[in-house]
């Protein structure tokens, strides 16, 4: 059975993760469906976010990374799927998670929502909770797939942590010039 992941994803979390790992293992097919949503600003393009999806997936075979616009419950059908893949993790995530599966309900009979619970050590943790961290600084390498941190880090380069590597922002700590004075006097001459 194929099974659609849908949401914004951004960026992907370690709890995002968590909950395609398991559908991986109760679905034949995953895909995993970013979002395009013209009412928000991500801080990634769905491009950037598919691509940091398929880099944190490479383990998984059975998963496919797509986007879509407009209806959940219109591309699921357009897929085929029989199931829409959703995770909870706090009660307020199911009031709205519910009102979704419910109104999905009435708009496909065949399509049906699964919810997976959050793992425990993922409960509190969101796309944005990694956002506000990275924007004052802090670290947020324990919280998303390692593929993503650097991007993350990178949007943020301004509030950086100190621990944080930084090849390719800092190429003259990375490749420090070599040659010694002598040796450039004498390139000059
Ligand atoms: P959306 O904008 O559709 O909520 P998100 O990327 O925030 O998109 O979330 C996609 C899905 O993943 C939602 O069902 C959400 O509840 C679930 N989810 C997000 N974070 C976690 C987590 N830490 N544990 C389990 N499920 C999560």
Redesign the pocket.
């Given at each position: 059975m194929l099974a659609i992941?849908?949401?914004?994803?951004?960026p992907i979390?370690?709890?995002?993760l968590?909950?395609i790992e398991r559908g991986c293992r109760l679905f034949e097919q995953v895909v995993v469906a970013v979002?395009r949503?013209p009412n928000k600003t991500p801080l990634f393009t769905v491009a950037e976010r598919m691509e940091q999806i398929r880099r944190s997936t490479t383990h998984l075979s059975n998963i496919e990374v797509d986007s879509f616009d407009g209806l959940t419950v219109t591309y699921a059908k357009m897929r085929r799927a029989k199931a829409l893949l959703?995770?909870?993790?706090v009660t307020s995530?199911f009031e709205m998670?519910l009102q979704m599966a419910h109104t999905n309900k009435t708009l496909s009979e065949e399509i049906e929502t699964v919810f997976?619970?959050?793992?425990t050590e993922?409960?509190?943790?969101?796309?944005s909770l990694v956002k506000e961290i990275a924007k004052f600084g802090g670290p947020i390498d324990h919280l998303v797939p390692p593929p993503v941190a650097p991007d993350i880090y990178r949007c943020y380069a301004k509030t950086l942590p100190v621990s944080v590597p930084t090849p390719d922002l800092m190429p003259t700590l990375e490749h420090p010039k070599t040659e010694s004075l002598p040796e450039m006097l004498r390139d000059l001459e």
């Open positions: 992941y849908p949401g914004s994803f951004d979390t370690l709890g995002h968590d909950v979002l949503n959703r995770g909870l993790r995530d998670e997976l619970a959050t793992s993922y409960s509190f943790l969101s796309s």
